[in-house]
């Protein structure tokens, strides 16, 4: 079944960015998709977005549903009919909603584990934590900030804007396995601006059973807030 186009707001979004081993994340990628590469280091990490009012197009305000989520991002690159791709492969997604944990691969793409989030924001200060049953989490601690850390493998925010902004498609496993199903973020306008990072714990990017030590580094954090944007559904993938 295509899942419809989904809309609403991006009340905020925090990108959680790592630069890891290419050859660590070629073996962890499913075919057909392969890692995207900046200054021959793969990019992955963790989306952290609360989204209010969202719902099929077509449907009134007010029957929209609000909620924080989690997704763990690999930026990539694949063939499809000749033509070199771009996106993001999400082998993983969060969410505080048991709406979207049901409506997984029917109303929102891929599969959607419930999670218990907690979320503390105030005067540009974010602490964000979540745990799904399975003891899946992630915590975090960052504040706002006008300085682009020179650790970063992106020469400016400017740079890492651009990257995140292509890669703008996303792929989840389907339910029924060996098939990912595809969903396109189009945005009414594309602002982003630096978190300094003072913690940050992951399970899936500590877990080095598939990041062997040495094979991963925390980059940069990325803020945005108030976007109004749309979901349309692209063709699945299979392998």
Same mark, same amino acid.
């Given at each position: 079944m295509k899942i419809p186009t989904i809309i609403?707001?991006?009340?905020?979004?925090?990108?959680?960015?790592?630069?890891?081993?290419?050859?660590t994340i070629e073996k962890f990628l499913p075919t057909p998709f392969r890692p995207k590469l900046v200054k021959g280091k793969a990019i992955v990490g963790i989306c952290l977005i609360r989204l209010k009012n969202i719902r099929p197009k077509g449907i009134p305000f007010n029957i929209g549903i609000s909620s924080e989520n989690g997704a763990h991002r690999i930026a990539v690159e694949w063939t499809e009919a000749g033509e070199v791709k771009e996106g993001v492969y999400v082998p993983r997604r969060d969410t505080s909603s048991k709406l979207n944990s049901?409506?997984?691969?029917r109303v929102f793409p891929g599969v959607h584990h419930f999670a218990d989030f907690k979320v503390n924001e105030h005067n540009g200060l974010y602490?964000?934590?979540?745990?799904?049953?399975?003891?899946t989490y992630l915590k975090i601690s960052a504040e706002n900030t006008n300085e682009w850390?020179?650790? /970063?493998?992106?020469?400016?925010?400017?740079?890492?804007?651009?990257?995140?902004?292509?890669?703008?498609?996303?792929? /989840?496993?389907?339910?029924?396995?060996?098939?990912?199903?595809?969903?396109?973020?189009?945005?009414?306008?594309?602002e982003v601006s630096p978190l300094t990072v003072s913690k940050v714990k992951s399970s899936f990017f500590e877990?080095?059973?598939?990041f062997p030590e040495g094979t991963i580094t925390f980059d940069n954090?990325?803020?945005?807030?108030?976007?109004?944007?749309?979901?349309?559904s692209k063709n699945k993938i299979r392998q």
């Open positions: 609403g707001t991006i009340d905020r979004r925090i990108l959680i960015n790592y630069q890891a081993d290419k050859d049901l409506a997984g691969g602490n964000i934590e979540f745990e799904s049953e399975d003891g850390s020179n650790k /970063s493998v992106f020469d400016s925010q400017d740079c890492a804007s651009d990257f995140f902004r292509q890669g703008s498609i996303g792929y /989840s496993p389907n339910k029924i396995g060996g098939t990912f199903d595809g969903l396109e973020l189009k945005t009414k306008k594309w877990n080095d059973s598939i954090a990325l803020l945005m807030r108030g976007i109004d944007h749309e979901w349309n």
